[in-house]
């Protein structure tokens, strides 16, 4: 995993911090609005902020007095690939493991089914007379 990875898997793993992403999503906020509606003081938040800012997660911008944070972007698209990338190997081992599976269980010369029907003799259509 490249270090821009590391970063935003290890900033998504803190419960608080993965909150704030989800405030976020309705737009800008300030400190104290996010503060607000966590469990955690204005000092904590601060520094989760800090922490997902760094892991390029969220930007922030000062608007006067205010300083207004926001989703970034491109924040996820460093974890998007990740996981796909793992997902494509993961799901191309499995291919290729029922691929021999089927391979293994499959007989060395089919049996194909005869075109028409056979009849035992004594099977045969009667006719009446």
Sequence with gaps: MSNQTDAVFDALGEPVRRRILELLHD??????????????GRPAVSKHLR????????EHHSVGTRNLYALAPDGMAAAQQW????????LAAYAA????????????????????????????????P
């Design 27 to 40: 737009g800008p906020t300030p400190v104290g609005q996010l503060a607000e509606r966590l469990p955690v």
């Design 51 to 58: 922490i997902l800012s760094n892991a390029g997660l969220i």
């Design 83 to 90: 996981l796909v990338r793992t997902w494509d190997t993961a």
């Design 97 to 128: 493991e029922v691929s021999q599976h089927s391979q293994r269980q499959a007989p060395a010369h089919p049996r194909q089914a005869p075109a028409h029907p056979q009849h035992a003799p004594n099977d045969q259509p009667r006719s009446d």
